[in-house]
């Protein structure tokens, strides 16, 4: 089972950028949709944004534009460039492992994101 290992969080004021990365233990080339999850304090977990394994981008309506997540697959290593963050975007964020055939799911830890002045 992949291990995820997320950081990169941190306070940032509205209209900063933060990038966070996402660590797997294992080559998730080819085998995972890797996803960031977050949820803001009080409130469920919700999407932001995925890759498939041939490249495919999905994000939140509400960070369209403004994050963009990428993969580096040599480091083993998913990453979400957020730019133009807003108060609205404070929350924990986890990064998520799929396994496109067993649909066998595993979750980071979590870094903390707050945006605030």
């Known amino acids: 089972q992949v291990q995820l290992v997320d950081s990169g969080g941190g306070l940032v004021q509205p209209g900063g950028s933060l990038r966070l990365s996402c660590v797997a233990s294992n080559n998730i080339y080819g085998l995972y949709i890797m996803g960031w999850y977050r949820q803001p304090p009080g409130k469920q977990r919700e999407l932001v944004a995925t890759i498939t394994p041939d490249g495919r981008l999905n994000y939140a309506d509400s960070v369209e534009g403004r994050f963009t997540i990428s993969r580096d697959i040599t480091k083993r290593t998913v990453y979400l460039q957020m730019n133009s963050l807003k108060p609205e975007d404070t929350a924990a964020y986890y990064c998520?492992?799929?396994?496109?055939?067993?649909?066998?799911?595993?979750w980071g830890q979590g870094t903390t994101v707050t945006v605030s002045s």
């Open positions: 998520k492992s799929t396994h496109i055939i067993s649909g066998k799911a595993s």
